[in-house]
């Protein structure tokens, strides 16, 4: 493939970040990834990035921003396509990508609650869009069936992040589930998933959740004295 030089600029944590990036490992597409610190990110960013957010995926030195603009213009770049052929069920799959979208602002909302309430709130909203989704999922492994597409790029950092969530403080989200824990295990099971993050993530992650200072850390704190 000739294909123009691709550089993403990322944030070690950022779940948007990990979806471009499974694009690029399952299509095989040659990249480089500069990580910078978004606390304090280097002058050059705020000429690149309009929304002063990552992914930014340098093309030829020109930047592209959003997530899913990126993933997209990285689809239709290279030969073949993860989305169906089938136009309704392109749409479908767009539609359920934004429904994912929303799973990760209710994880950020219980991340960061400060008072019961609100934590309540939140687990109880996620735990309803989790439900949601396992009514509609069919066999899998993957959304579709057995081949991976770009709705399961989007929920794999998605995955990630509630499998890591459930190990630390055992939330109970997938209690009464049958296919969406299913989905998940096949989707961070898939080489592309497990490379798309580095080596570190893990722990640094953890280290995130308890610097939110929130319910979730508070619990971790009585359970750890």
């Given at each position: 493939?000739?294909?123009?030089?691709?550089k993403?600029?990322?944030?070690?944590?950022?779940?948007?970040?990990?979806?471009?990036?499974?694009?690029?490992l399952?299509?095989?597409?040659?990249?480089?990834?500069?990580?910078?610190?978004l606390?304090?990110?280097?002058?050059?960013?705020?000429?690149?990035?309009?929304?002063?957010?990552?992914?930014?995926?340098?093309?030829d030195?020109?930047?592209?921003?959003?997530?899913?603009?990126?993933?997209?213009?990285?689809?239709?770049?290279?030969?073949?396509s993860?989305?169906?052929?089938?136009?309704?069920?392109?749409?479908?799959?767009?539609?359920?990508?934004?429904?994912?979208n929303?799973?990760?602002?209710?994880?950020?909302?219980?991340?960061?609650?400060?008072?019961?309430?609100?934590?309540?709130?939140?687990?109880?909203?996620?735990?309803?869009?989790?439900?949601?989704?396992?009514?509609i999922?069919?066999?899998?492994?993957?959304?579709?069936?057995?081949?991976?597409?770009?709705?399961?790029?989007?929920?794999?950092?998605?995955?990630?992040?509630?499998?890591?969530?459930?190990?630390?403080?055992?939330?109970?989200?997938?209690?009464?589930?049958?296919?969406?824990?299913?989905w998940?295990?096949?989707?961070?099971?898939?080489?592309?998933?497990?490379?798309?993050?580095?080596?570190?993530?893990?722990?640094?992650?953890?280290?995130?959740?308890?610097r939110?200072?929130?319910?979730?850390?508070?619990?971790?704190?009585?359970?750890?004295?």
């Open positions: 493939m000739n294909l123009p030089q691709l993403l600029v990322s944030f070690k944590l950022c779940p948007y970040v990990q979806r471009a990036r499974i694009v690029m399952e299509k095989q597409i040659e990249h480089t990834v500069e990580y910078i610190d606390d304090a990110p280097p002058p050059w960013f705020y000429d690149i990035s309009p929304l002063e957010k990552v992914p930014v995926l340098l093309v030195e020109r930047p592209l921003f959003e997530s899913m603009v990126i993933c997209e213009y990285l689809d239709e770049i290279t030969p073949g993860l989305y169906p052929a089938n136009a309704f069920e392109r749409a479908q799959q767009r539609a359920w990508s934004e429904f994912g929303d799973i990760l602002d209710q994880h950020y909302t219980l991340v960061k609650a400060r008072e019961q309430p609100g934590y309540k709130r939140a687990r109880g909203t996620l735990i309803e869009r989790l439900e949601t989704l396992d009514e999922l069919g066999d899998g492994p993957y959304f579709a069936g057995e081949t991976f597409m770009m709705v399961d790029a989007v929920y794999a950092p998605i995955f990630r992040y509630l499998n890591q969530l459930e190990s630390e403080f055992q939330l109970g989200l997938y209690a009464d589930l049958d296919r969406v824990p299913r998940a295990d096949a989707l961070l099971a898939r080489p592309s998933v497990q490379d798309a993050v580095p080596e570190m993530f893990t722990s640094d992650y953890r280290a995130y959740l308890l939110q200072a929130g319910v979730l850390a508070k619990s971790k704190e009585k359970t750890i004295s």
